[in-house]
């Protein structure tokens, strides 16, 4: 098995680590503090690694597939405020349809940046 492969090969075993890891908390407390403003990517990106990195698996996706990732959750329809509690490090939802949201485009998202 290649280097790249061998890489490739760990990254989608533990994308769905990742996708559960930016779904544990969800709803657990009303969303994001410090405002609804759509966050930054570099915000974002930032926020995300603090939950991956709190649930152990900092070492799941490199720089590059965060900024990417975070990229995807600017582009979808994850509101403002979810996004903004993402960007603040924690993984709370305002609902459950917002779980399931980031939930799925966590996954999507993981997918589409372990391809770069």
């Known amino acids: 098995m290649t280097?790249?492969?061998r890489t490739r090969t760990r990254l989608l075993f533990a994308l769905p680590i990742a996708a559960a890891a930016i779904?544990?908390?969800?709803?657990?407390?009303?969303g994001a503090t410090g405002g609804d403003a759509?966050?930054?990517a570099?915000?974002?990106s930032s926020g995300i690694a603090t939950i991956l990195?709190?649930?152990g698996q900092g070492?799941?996706?490199?720089?590059?597939?965060?900024?990417?990732v975070a990229g995807e959750f600017l582009d979808s329809k994850v509101s403002d405020k979810d996004l903004q509690s993402l960007a603040n490090g924690k993984d709370e939802q305002t609902s459950e349809e917002a779980k399931d949201l980031v939930s799925q485009t966590m996954s999507e998202a993981a997918m589409t940046c372990s391809a770069e």
Request: hydrophobic share 35%; proline share 3%.
């Open 3 to 5: 280097g790249t492969l």
């Open 23 to 30: 779904s544990l908390a969800a709803c657990s407390g009303g």
């Open 38 to 40: 759509r966050p930054t």
């Open 42 to 44: 570099d915000e974002l």
């Open 53 to 55: 990195e709190d649930a």
């Open 59 to 68: 070492d799941v996706l490199t720089a590059d597939q965060l900024d990417c």
